[in-house]
């Protein structure tokens, strides 16, 4: 059994306007989405600013509320709040904020941000949380005396890597990490990435990685959903989406992947201009008349996009 199942997810942002302050639209944020997450599993979510991944991730922790659906946690439907109570879910299940700073409390002490989920879901003396504090600091690399400093004090990672430590703290099953290290540098992000796949690996920790960065998840994703105006256009593993990839939205995604080589660096941009041209020129085909994404469509046993059926029956032709 997954350890996370996602079935038909929507969440939807009421529009009110007029004088009587009615509904008279909807934002669809996440407008039906089904995807599992195995245990001890890095699943990537991958998307453009206002895809709707930060609010995915944000119900699966409970932060958002769910408009219809299932969120199946161990097989029991914790869209309600009651039911995440009783299967004290909010200690199994953590989240890493992409805003280091903001999601640490100026006003507290390292010690206390990161005993503050022990407190909530431990019952432990002062010694056993002093030291248990301590044992988080060493996991994620930062000295002993972090503890009694202020978030203002330290750089970018290094709060990133207190937020990892304050998500680890109750041992959780599974992480939503939404841009963990979009606002670091490259060798903070490599340290920060690394400090979090050593943590899986000793914890068993499963991960939900929210990125914009197709680089980045490669590295630490063996299942991907590409997500584009609150749905899904692709899902697959990592060699279905970087080496065969459908749709002309994940084709535009891959392109921005910057090219290091820098003899290539022409053919580069010609690349990426003809595969901007295609999403222009085919986007009416590979979405609806009001920009719904298409429903996804199976080409293989972990290969499913979200094709207009012309193109699916030529697709299917040719694996044939």
């Known amino acids: 059994m997954a350890l996370i199942e996602i079935r038909d997810l ?5 529009i009110r306007s007029g004088f009587w302050n009615r509904v008279t639209d909807r934002v669809l944020a996440v407008d039906g989405i089904n995807f599992d997450i195995e245990p001890g599993e890095t699943y990537g979510l991958i998307g453009e600013s206002g895809s709707g991944k930060s609010t995915t991730g944000k119900a699966i922790v409970g932060l958002e509320k769910v408009t219809s659906g299932q969120i199946l946690y161990e097989g029991q439907d914790i869209t309600k ?6 299967l004290r879910y909010n200690k199994d299940v953590q989240m890493i904020f992409q805003d280091s700073l903001s999601s640490l409390n100026p006003r507290k002490r390292i010690a206390d941000i990161i005993a503050e989920p022990i407190r909530n879901f431990e019952n432990m003396s002062a010694t056993e949380e002093q030291h248990r504090i301590k044992e988080l600091l060493d996991i994620v690399g930062m000295p002993q005396d972090a503890m009694y400093k202020y978030p203002f004090e330290f750089s970018g990672g290094q709060r990133q890597r207190i937020g990892v430590a304050r998500a680890v703290a109750t ?11 979009s606002a670091l540098d490259l060798s903070v992000q490599a340290q920060v990435l690394n400090f979090m796949k050593r943590i899986q690996q000793e914890y068993n920790i499963a991960y939900l990685f929210i990125s914009h960065d197709l680089g980045v998840v490669r590295h630490m994703c063996k299942n991907l959903a590409i997500m ?7 899902i697959g593993t990592r060699e279905d989406i970087y080496r065969h990839p459908q749709h002309i939205y994940t084709k535009r995604l891959l392109s921005a992947i910057p090219e ?3 003899d290539e660096r022409e053919a580069d941009r010609q690349h990426r201009r003809a595969v901007e041209a295609e999403f222009k020129q ?7 008349a009001d920009g719904r994404v298409l429903d996804l469509q199976q080409l293989s046993a972990t290969h499913y996009v979200a094709l207009p059926d012309a193109t699916l029956a ?7």
Request: hydrophobic letters at 25%; glycine letters at 8%; proline letters at 9%.
């Open 171 to 181: 041992n959780p099953k599974l992480i939503v990490a939404d841009e963990p290290v």
């Open 282 to 288: 085919e986007e009416s085909r590979y979405y609806g």
């Open 260 to 262: 290091v080589n820098p």
């Open 81 to 86: 709040a009651q039911t995440r109570r009783n």
């Open 228 to 234: 584009h105006r609150g749905r899904f256009v692709e």
């Open 314 to 320: 030529a697709n299917k032709g040719g694996v044939e």
């Open 10 to 14: 929507k969440v939807h942002y009421p």
